[in-house]
């Protein structure tokens, strides 16, 4: 099987690797991929949202099966245009339709979508110019800190928190009034949730589904969960609070309604869906939907899955997931992530990359890295650079190897979190 990954960051890497342990595959491209891919497999050098170009490298390339790895193709419908094509139908594609999508690509399709299928969440308006004045009503009946949500994608950043009516009253205007561009023509705002967060991920064929394993992210860019938002800097999985019952509550009142919901809408949904949950007081609510793995998530979790990643895929294309048997490793898996400085405001880029090689004990994915062909070094070419995962018997144990290793490697402004996990470890003990 040939198979192409869409995408350039430490997740892509992270599938490709996990892909090129299965005997099922024969050649692994990733498009464009980074330097940490370029080892795995070949790059290609096409933009994820140039559909064209895309299929002229899936017919070069004699592409078998193509994974979608970010959400923006998703959401511009690339599963809709293989389907739609008479060469590309052949090729089935990891990633839902673009009717799917709309549940990372619309906030206000995802909550409408929860509300109608009973699934836990927390409670919201949707507000658009013609309704401000609703949506300021709904504002006073709210407690702070009030949330605020643009419909559409922003890159990670359409989500605000305010701790005042009045900013959330002024927050709420600018949206609508295009602070977000289209994305926040409409804006959601939702009732705050006081909990603890998790990533939990399923892979669906639209029939079956299967559970992947769980882990925390951190996205604070500060230790001790501190500044500005990125977009993660680091993973856990297991995540010790999500036991059997929570896990349970998880599968029965968010997994099973979702994956039906997505069969009555008649949505074809082959591909990841990720949900971000929030643990209060021990029940799950679903804070919001992303319909592919979560980075670094992927870096943390799909080291931990020990069956064949290549054939999980094939059974999810061919609508075989029930018959597929997960297999993870009992192992922990901590993942730090590895940025530039300045991250994530403006940050430094083309810093050269040294003491790669020095690692040891843990996997090495790619983010923002490129390869310098004139002098043969690897550079840093985005804000999240390198991810260090190692595995352990203990969080504790993972999270030093990580940690140390991360260290090994460096760059020009190098800037990692040496506080990855510890409050899992610390949970550990209480
Ligand atoms: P999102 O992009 O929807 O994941 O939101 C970004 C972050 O905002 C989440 O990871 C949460 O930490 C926080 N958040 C979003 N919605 C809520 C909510 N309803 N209550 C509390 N925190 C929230
Ligand atoms: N780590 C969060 C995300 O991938 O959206």
């Not at 040939?2 to 491209?29: D, P, T, Y």
């Not at 193509?66 to 089935?92: C, H, M, Q, S, W």
């Not at 999500?242 to 896990?247: P, Q, T």
Request: glycine letters at 10%.
């Amino acid at each position: 099987m040939n198979i192409l990954i869409l995408g350039s960051g430490g997740r892509e890497h992270a599938m490709a690797w996990k892909l090129k342990q299965s005997k099922k595959v024969k050649k692994i491209f990733i498009a464009p991929g980074n330097a940490g891919t370029n080892t795995v497999g070949q790059n290609l050098p096409v933009d994820t949202d140039d559909f064209e170009q895309i299929k002229k490298v899936c017919i070069e390339n004699c592409i078998d099966l193509l994974v979608v790895g970010p959400e923006v193709p998703l959401v511009k419908g690339i599963a809709d245009y293989f389907l739609n094509d008479t060469i590309l139908r052949a090729i089935p594609v990891i990633g839902p339709v673009g009717k799917g999508a709309m549940l990372e690509g619309s906030k206000a399709f995802a909550k409408d979508f929860m509300l109608k299928y009973g699934i836990p969440t927390a409670g919201y308006l949707s507000v658009t110019a013609q309704n401000l004045d609703e949506g300021i009503s709904f504002l006073k009946k709210l407690k702070a800190p009030y949330v605020l949500k643009a419909d559409g994608l922003a890159a990670g950043k359409g989500v605000l928190i305010l701790q005042s009516l009045s900013e959330a009253e002024g927050a709420l205007k600018e949206m609508i009034n295009g602070k977000f561009g289209q994305a926040s023509a409409q804006v959601v705002i939702e009732e705050f949730l006081t909990g603890v967060e998790l990533s939990a991920f399923v892979i669906t064929d639209g029939i079956s589904y299967k559970v992947l394993p769980s882990a925390k992210d951190y996205k604070r860019i500060g230790e001790d969960d501190t500044g500005p938002n990125t977009g993660g800097m680091g993973a856990v999985s297991p995540v010790v609070f999500a036991d059997k019952k929570f896990m349970d509550k998880v599968e029965e009142c968010i997994i099973i309604p979702t994956v039906k919901g997505l069969s009555k809408e008649k949505i074809d949904y082959r591909g990841f869906i990720f949900f971000g949950i929030m643990n209060v007081n021990g029940d799950p609510f679903v804070i919001e939907y992303n319909v592919r793995l979560g980075d670094p998530e992927a870096e943390c979790i799909l080291p931990r899955l020990k069956s064949d990643f290549a054939e999980m895929l094939n059974a999810c294309a061919n609508q075989q997931l029930a018959d597929y048997r997960i297999e993870t490793d009992d192992r922990c898996a901590v993942t730090v992530m590895l940025v530039s400085g300045g991250y994530p405001d403006n940050y430094l880029k083309g810093k050269t990359i040294s003491g790669l090689k020095e690692v040891s004990d843990c996997i090495v994915f790619h983010a923002g890295t490129t390869i310098d062909f004139t002098n043969e070094t690897i550079k840093t070419s985005g804000g999240r650079v390198i991810a260090v995962t190692a595995l352990d018997f203990s969080i504790e144990g993972a999270k030093k190897t990580a940690t140390a290793n991360a260290e090994k490697i460096n760059y020009e402004g190098r800037y990692f979190r040496k506080d990855i996990a510890n409050d899992l470890i610390n949970y550990r003990l209480i």
